[in-house]
């Protein structure tokens, strides 16, 4: 049976428009991209190129400030641990949020083994950051702060380009984990004082292992320690031979995000909507974790008073829903992302999250509503839930 596929925060469909436009760099344009000598890497080159300025007009950068890597995850481990090694001179302490991915929390959990100290700041019951909270926690030695974009559970929405300002006017520098907003909100690393941005093409109908990091050039030059050594590609911040396809892939999801973004998150938050009401409409006490209205437009975190999430997934089996994150469902302890909303741990237990993207049409979320319903009130029969 092919489930409904809403769990779009956890990866996206491939566009058969990305598809299209990588088949060929698969096939019989296979070139190193680095090869000098011949045609075959001439063609590769000059598709890594466009594809570089793709990413780059998307948030506004310059494509000389586009670093390809193999997704989110190594982006985020360049950005934290090269400028961590980069300006310890210049102190040693790192503010994060309680709510970031485990690509950046792990990050820095290693780094706080290697003498660095983290502070991770809380957020509010929305899953918003206090710019205040924010401000006061830059110290003198503080050379680096990391906030998401948009969080991959509760799709709330940082006020990053205030965020931005402080880090400006403080001198320290502000890395974001833009993975989940790529494609879905705009981005200017200008506008919003950023200057490292990670990307992850598989979030955005771009395919699996490879993304980007946007390193700003100017105002101020970042310097980044490479963590990986090798031929010394992408400026010797990520050596490794480029996976053309996979790099074309990526170029092209930005390109189509940049014409469809506008369109598509008004389909999209009409099907997260009726998604809402119609649960809603059988379990009135079903509540939504994590800021409504500062919120992409594809996901709804929903708590199910008095049900287990695993018990809900398992009696919903037409439709793929997940109960957090891809990433923390492996090692079954509660989100620290709803923890950190101020949840009780029977309430984490009782959340599901609804990730509707691109290719989710009225009849999936009819069917959706109509399986959750169901279900509920099957388990609402059942004495021991
Ligand atoms: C998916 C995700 C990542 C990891 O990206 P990969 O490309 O899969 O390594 C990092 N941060 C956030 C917010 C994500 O949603």
């Known amino acids: 049976m092919q489930q409904i596929y809403l769990d779009n925060q956890a990866t996206t469909p491939l566009d058969p428009k990305v598809f299209s436009a990588m088949e060929p760099w698969f096939t019989e344009k296979f070139g190193n991209a ?189 310097q980044l320690q490479p963590i990986m050594f090798g031929g010394g590609h992408e400026r010797g911040i990520r050596s490794g031979t480029l996976p053309v396809p996979n790099i074309v892939g990526l170029g092209k999801a930005c390109d189509i995000a940049a014409d469809v973004m506008i369109e598509e998150n008004l389909r999209i938050s009409q099907l997260r909507d009726t998604l809402l009401k119609g649960i809603r409409a059988e379990n009135p006490n079903a509540s939504i974790n994590g800021s409504m209205e500062h919120r992409v437009a594809g996901n709804l975190n929903m708590s199910f008073p008095g049900a287990n999430n695993e018990a809900i997934i398992a009696a919903v089996p037409d439709i793929a829903i997940s109960s957090g994150s891809a990433c923390t469902t492996s090692t079954m302890e509660p989100s620290h992302v709803l923890l950190a909303l101020g949840m009780s741990k029977n309430e984490v237990y009782s959340s599901l999250r609804f990730g509707i993207g691109r290719f989710n049409t009225e009849e999936d979320i009819k069917i959706a509503v109509k399986s959750i319903n169901h279900c509920m009130k099957k388990l609402g029969k059942m004495s021991f839930v």
């Open 34 to 222: 680095s090869s000098r000598n011949h045609t075959y890497g001439w063609e590769a080159e000059e598709a890594v190129e466009i594809a570089r300025e793709s990413v780059a007009a998307t948030i506004g950068a310059l494509p000389k400030e586009i670093i390809f890597t193999s997704g989110a995850t190594e982006a985020n481990n360049i950005a934290l641990q090269g400028a961590a090694k980069s300006y310890q001179d210049q102190g040693r302490h790192i503010i994060t949020v309680k709510t970031e991915h485990k690509a950046v929390m792990d990050v820095c959990q290693h780094l706080s083994k290697d003498g660095f100290d983290i502070t991770y700041l809380p957020v509010d019951k929305g899953g918003i950051l206090d710019l205040n909270k924010f401000e006061d926690a830059i110290r003198d030695d503080t050379i680096l702060a990391s906030v998401m974009h948009v969080n991959n559970e509760i799709g709330v929405i940082q006020p990053i380009k205030e965020l931005g300002a402080i880090c400006k006017n403080k001198g320290i520098i502000f890395h974001v984990d833009a993975a989940q907003s790529m494609g879905k909100l705009s981005i200017n690393v200008d506008d919003m004082g950023i200057d490292l941005l990670s990307i992850s093409a598989h979030k955005l109908y771009g395919p699996k292992g490879v993304g980007a990091l946007y390193v700003r050039r100017k105002n101020p030059r970042v």
